[in-house]
């Protein structure tokens, strides 16, 4: 059964900066793509930053520029550096990694941005 351990999450003031990681429980390099979603209160979960086996990197519009997904291989860990935050930021994040038709989800970190 894979696992995916988020952490990094918390309160930050507008303008201000957080890394997510998320941690898998079998090597990443098994998943076509791991990535990050985000679900705010009301709204329907959205793809925020991708990556392929092959490093290929896809971002949503709203966070283009600001926000940059790596991997580390070795560690079997995603990041997600998240910087110029805004207060529409806020939500609570998930991993996700994918590997044909399977699908898995972490429990979620909240990232709070506020004054």
């Known amino acids: 059964q894979v696992q995916l351990v988020e952490s990094g999450g918390g309160l930050v003031q507008p303008g201000g900066s957080l890394r997510l990681s998320c941690t898998a429980s079998?090597?990443?390099?098994?998943?076509?793509?791991v990535g990050w979603y985000r679900q705010a209160p009301g709204k329907e979960r959205e793809l925020v930053a991708q990556?392929?086996?092959?490093?290929?990197?896809n971002y949503a519009d709203f966070v283009k520029g600001r926000f940059t997904i790596s991997r580390d291989n070795a560690k079997n860990t995603v990041y997600l550096q998240m910087n110029s935050l805004k207060p529409e930021d806020t939500a609570l994040y998930y991993c996700n990694s994918r590997h044909m038709t399977q699908n898995w989800w972490g429990q979620g970190t909240q990232v709070t941005v506020s004054s």
């Open positions: 990556v392929t086996l092959s490093g290929t990197t």
């Open positions: 079998i090597m990443i390099v098994s998943f076509d793509s």
